[in-house]
């Protein structure tokens, strides 16, 4: 099983970082074990679902409901040592693309728990985040 962590440390950056855009780090949180795990450059979120939580086996809809998207902005340099300076919750391929809903409380606790994530490692999280952000548009009604 792929490694879950529990703060973001400038390795993990310098790993996983520039995922689609110039210094973001993806992750997907799992709201029952409150564990994350971020998402490689090279592979869409919901082919890394599958792969650590499901194997082979096709999914969509429901089933996914406990992984939720979050992407950490980065301020860009050229060494990766830019603050934390957006977080985006709620919204990628697994929605977008595999029916994925959730709760709109799990969003929530999701999108706290990549701040704490955040504030535990050694990157700087601005006090006045560009984005912060919990996409609704694909949440289940409480």
Partial sequence: ??????SLSRRLINKFG??????????????DTKKIYPVPRTIEHIDFVRQIFF????????????YIPSHVDIEPTDNNSGDAIGIITGVS???ISYGARHLVKDLYSAHGMVKE?????????????LEDIVVERYALQD
Avoid: A, I
């Fill in 1 to 6: 099983m792929t490694q879950y962590f529990t």
């Fill in 18 to 31: 520039n995922r689609k855009v110039p210094g973001r780090v993806s992750v997907v949180v799992d709201v």
């Fill in 55 to 66: 194997g082979s086996e096709e999914v969509c809809g429901e089933r996914l409901s406990r």
């Fill in 93 to 95: 391929g697994l929605e």
């Fill in 117 to 129: 994530f955040v504030e535990r490692g050694d990157v700087h999280l601005r006090d006045s985040l």
